[in-house]
T-cell receptor, first 114, second 111 residues
Framework: DTGVSQDPRHKITKRGQNVTFRCDPI?????LYWYRQTLGQGPEFLTY????????KSRLLSDRFSAERPKGSFSTLEIQRTEQGDSAMYLCASSLGENTGELFFGEGSRLTVL | KNEVEQSPQNLTAQEGEFITINCSYS?????LHWLQQHPGGGIVSLFMLSSGKKKHGRLIATINIQEKHSSLHITASHPRDSAVYIC?????????????FGKGTLLTVNP
C-alpha cells in the first residue's frame, strides 16, 4: 500500500531544539497539505503545496516554521527553536487534481516538547 | 464563532442505534468533507460532497447548500464505529484548496 506516510511517528524533544518531519504523499498527487492538531480540536491548516510551489502559509506559522517540497514529491516541515506550545500532532495530506479532491491523510507525527 | 460547528460534541449510543451527527457552516464552500479519526490514528476520508446525498455501506451523508448544513448518519451502529467524526468545509473561489475543520464529534458505540 503506497498511502501517505509520515516520519517520525513520534518525536520527543527539549525546548529550543530543532525538529524536522517528513511526509511522502501518494506518488501521483500534486497537492500536499500540512495541518496541526491539538488535543480535542480539529486540524488547523498550516501550509499547502501544489507540486513544488508553496502557495499559502498560514499566519499560524511563525518564522520558526518552514516547509519545503523540493521536487514536488516528499515534503519536510521544520520547526526551529521548539517551544512547548508547538506540542501537537502534525498531519500531512495529499490529493490529486486541479481542485481539492478526496484527501488522503498520513498517520501524523506527534511532537512533544519538554 | 467558528466557521464550522458540529453537534453534538460527544455522543454515546447502543449497538444497533441510528446515529446522526450535524455540521453547520457559515462561509461559502465548494465542497464539504466528512472524515473519521480513530484515537491515536490517522484521518480517513469518508465522503466529499457538494450537493445532495451520498451513501457508502451503513454511512449516509447529506448536504443542504441553502441552509449551510450537512448531516452524517450511521445506520445499525457498531462498536467499531467508535471514533471522532470531523466535518470540514472546502473554500470556494481562490481558496478552494483550503479546508476548515470542525472540532469533531466523539462517538462511542457500546455493545
Amino acid at each position: 500500500d503506497t498511502g501517505v506516510s509520515q516520519d517520525p511517528r513520534h518525536k520527543i524533544t527539549k525546548r529550543g531544539q530543532n525538529v524536522t518531519f517528513r511526509c511522502d504523499p501518494i506518488s501521483e498527487h500534486n497537492r500536499l497539505y500540512w495541518y496541526r492538531q491539538t488535543l480535542g480540536q480539529g486540524p488547523e491548516f498550516l501550509t499547502y503545496f501544489q507540486n513544488e510551489a508553496q502557495l499559502e502559509k498560514s499566519r499560524l506559522l511563525s518564522d520558526r516554521f518552514s516547509a519545503e517540497r523540493p521536487k514536488g514529491s516528499f515534503s519536510t516541515l521544520e520547526i526551529q527553536r521548539t517551544e512547548q506550545g508547538d506540542s501537537a500532532m502534525y498531519l500531512c495530506a495529499s490529493s490529486l487534481g486541479e481542485n481539492t479532491g478526496e484527501l488522503f491523510f498520513g498517520e501524523g507525527s506527534r511532537l512533544t516538547v519538554l | 464563532k467558528n466557521e464550522v460547528e458540529q453537534s453534538p460534541q460527544n455522543l454515546t449510543a447502543q449497538e444497533g442505534e441510528f446515529i446522526t451527527i450535524n455540521c453547520s457552516y457559515s462561509v461559502g464552500i465548494s465542497a464539504l468533507h466528512w472524515l473519521q479519526q480513530h484515537p491515536g490514528g490517522g484521518i480517513v476520508s469518508l465522503f466529499m460532497l457538494s450537493s445532495g446525498k451520498k451513501k457508502h455501506g451503513r454511512l449516509i451523508a447529506t448536504i443542504n447548500i441553502q441552509e449551510k448544513h450537512s448531516s452524517l448518519h450511521i445506520t445499525a451502529s457498531h462498536p467499531r464505529d467508535s471514533a471522532v467524526y470531523i466535518c470540514a468545509v472546502q473554500g470556494d473561489g481562490g481558496s478552494n484548496y483550503k479546508l476548515t475543520f470542525g472540532k469533531g464529534t466523539l462517538l462511542t458505540v457500546n455493545p
